[in-house]
């Protein structure tokens, strides 16, 4: 298994651009989740799906954020329009339900200037 | 809400000694489970080792093992024989149901 795929690794955006992150979770888990890392707030969930639909999205900081999961396979996290305070890593990971720990992808670093 | 910290912002080990990394949670809540993360510079996310509240023994995973003291919701990790690859930022997580929420980590430094 290649493990959560998360794409890009980077992005350099401008403000006000959009920007689409990308996640392909685990095949057979239900869950997925994305996080923000930043160094003031560490690790913060943002959103996460079960059997694709959206569960809790409390985390998601304001309407500028946005994330979708069409399929088991793949889910997208939009930020429209950029801001720098949306500079951070963002993380995708994915679960089976109960005990079990999350795997994560690898991150992408965005950087909006 | 749960919260979990970790009050040692950075630690240091000589490689092949012991170290001890603590975490402490906050809980109402009786089941659940707790989880030790590596994040070494290539940001990768690793889980190192977890605990299910509902069991008294603590987990073991080859060098690295935990202390789980639930009435003192205290989860703390003991890393023996220090390797080189070991340095790197140690998160501690808190699962229930599907909430897991992350301490703002560790910094753990190996001298050669």
Known sequence: DAGVIQSPRHEVTEMGQEVTLRCKPISGHDYLFWYRQTMMRGLELLIYFNNNVPIDDSGMPEDRFSAKMPNASFSTLKIQPSEPRDSAVYFCASSYGGPYGYTFGSGTRLTVV | ?112
Do not use: H
């Open chain 2, 1 to 112: 809400a749960q919260t979990v910290t970790q009050s040692q912002p950075e630690m240091s080990v000589q490689e092949a000694e012991t170290v001890t990394l603590s975490c402490t949670y906050d809980t109402s809540e009786s089941d659940y489970y707790l989880f030790w993360y590596k994040q070494p510079p290539s940001r990768q996310m690793i889980l190192v080792i977890r605990q299910e509240a509902y069991k008294q023994q603590n987990a073991t995973e080859n060098r690295f093992s935990v202390n789980f003291q639930k009435a003192a919701k205290s989860f703390s990790l003991k890393i023996s024989d220090s390797q080189l690859g070991d340095a790197a930022m140690y998160f501690c997580a808190y699962r229930r149901n599907n909430d897991m929420r992350f301490g703002a980590g560790t910094r753990l430094t190996v001298k050669p």
